[in-house]
């Protein structure tokens, strides 16, 4: 399943740098947007607001969830290891802005997890759910948080954030390595592209 293909303001598809991962996620954002209007936009600068982009994501996670919802898929092994044995008790929203609030993780660590998630949905039958969501969420914000912002970044202080043990986390992080295939590099022009997608979203997407 593709996560988000995004289109280019021409109507073109992107080509071979951000086509190698067929997205899921920009697909369904896509979706989202359309009849709108697709002019230019200075997508980053709409969505250094961190309140906007923690909107903007956790509204598409859910709705991808629940567009999902019903589908059964039988998660590799790997998989597995993410989901909870009962979804955790706290909104998407609320999952991601307890970590904008007690970690120093920037705005663009935020949007890079969302692109590593993607690659992983786009090369593996993944499906989001209530409870894997706020797994795969915190060991891609962790590992985006760790090669694309200047600052140390403490496991233990993101397992207290996100409700795991320690080692449970150590142990995920090196799962969803393995799954990127230690891939976690994002160049820049596939990160203006889910930029100016997430900016194009954010114009339909109400802020609490």
């Given amino acids: 399943m593709i996560l988000i293909e995004i289109a280019s303001t021409d109507g073109a598809s992107l080509n071979s740098v951000e086509t190698q991962y067929s997205s899921p996620i920009k697909r369904f954002a896509k979706m989202r947007e359309d009849g709108l209007a697709r002019e230019h936009l200075k997508g980053w600068a709409v969505l250094q607001e961190t309140c906007v982009l ?28 993410f989901n909870s044995r009962v979804a955790p008790n706290i909104t998407v929203k609320d999952y991601i802005q307890r970590f904008t609030k007690h970690s120093k993780c920037s705005p663009e660590s935020l949007l890079t997890t969302l692109i590593l998630l993607d690659r992983v949905m786009s090369q593996r039958d993944l499906v989001l759910t209530y409870k894997n969501i706020h797994r795969l969420f915190l060991v891609g914000l962790l590992i985006s948080a760790k090669f694309h912002d200047d600052i140390p970044v403490s496991n233990q202080l993101f397992a207290k954030l996100g409700g795991v043990r320690l080692s449970e986390l150590n142990s995920l992080e090196v799962v969803f390595l393995d799954l990127l295939s230690f891939n976690v590099a994002v160049e820049d022009s596939v990160f203006d592209e889910y930029a100016d997608e997430f900016s194009r979203l954010a114009k339909t997407t109400q802020v609490a």
């Fill in 54 to 81: 923690v909107d903007v994501i956790s509204t598409l996670l859910t709705q991808l969830i629940e567009s999902d919802a019903g589908r059964e898929v039988q998660p590799e092994k790997e998989l597995k290891l």
